[in-house]
């Protein structure tokens, strides 16, 4: 059954230092998100990516993200200078429009930031 | 905005048993998608059930199922026969429908509810 893989599953990096987080979507899907889920808490939407751009993003979602989809398969999704706070799980999801909408996850990238 | 809101941080239920989890949820919208995920230690999000909202018949599936009520907005996720391996985070999230300038399908998720199986 196809799924959606990330990569590194975890990541410990120095504060204001760049990261780039990878995500392998299902192949037909169409629709590409980023979540986040700091440790005990719930979690919380970042950003949507359609048909190459940006469909929307939350406030969380500051000049200091960006995504990426650059070679067709690949979707990314960097932090430019990683703060105490960006220490989480992401997690990347994909949809295929079409009867039921499920979103599929990928098992996530904890980032621990020092 | 949507808001999701699951009252219950932690429950717990003995093997065998039936628990039922809670949640409400904010919405001006008529039409939308509900949908409970779990989260094991794994911390893999796995989708157990949907529920579209336009539909009035309670999803289910296997040992799990829903009590949707529209009005209320209440959609409370019962699981039947609790098994050891149920004993995970569940959350409820909340997906409005895709409008004809495209969408984004994102998911609004609940703070989560801690299920405990005992044995």
């Known amino acids: 059954e196809p799924e959606v893989t990330q990569t590194p599953s975890h990541q410990v990096t120095q504060m204001g230092q760049e990261v780039i987080l990878r995500c392998v979507p299902i192949?037909?899907?169409?629709?590409f998100y980023w979540y986040r889920q700091i440790l005990g808490q719930k979690v919380e939407f970042l950003v949507s990516?359609?048909?190459?751009?940006?469909?929307?993003k939350s406030e969380i979602f500051d000049d200091q993200f960006s995504v990426e989809r650059p070679d067709g398969s690949n979707f990314t999704l960097k932090i430019r200078s990683t703060k105490l706070e960006d220490s989480a799980m992401y997690f990347c999801?994909?949809?295929?429009?079409?009867?039921?909408?499920?979103?599929?996850f990928g098992p996530g990238t904890r980032l621990t930031v020092l | 905005a949507q808001t999701v809101t699951q009252s219950q941080p932690e429950m717990s239920v003995q093997e065998a048993e039936t628990v039922t989890l809670s949640c409400t949820y904010d919405?001006?919208?008529?039409?939308?998608?509900l949908f409970w995920y779990k989260q094991p230690p794994s911390r893999q999000m796995i989708l157990v059930i949907r529920?579209?909202?336009?539909?009035?018949q309670n999803a289910t599936e296997n040992r799990f199922s829903v009590n949707f009520q529209k009005a209320a907005k209440s959609f409370s996720l019962k699981i039947s026969d609790s098994q050891l391996g149920d004993a995970a985070m569940y959350f409820c999230?909340?997906?409005?429908?895709?409008?004809?300038?495209?969408?984004?399908?994102?998911?609004?998720f609940g703070k989560g509810t801690l299920l405990t199986v005992n044995p």
């Open positions: 999801a994909s949809l295929r429009r079409g009867a039921g909408n499920e979103q599929f």
């Open positions: 999230a909340y997906r409005g429908i895709l409008n004809s300038g495209g969408s984004n399908y994102k998911l609004t």
């Open positions: 192949s037909n899907h169409l629709y």
């Open positions: 919405t001006s919208e008529s039409d939308y998608y």
């Open positions: 529920q579209e909202a336009y539909k009035q």
């Open positions: 990516f359609y048909n190459n751009e940006i469909s929307e």
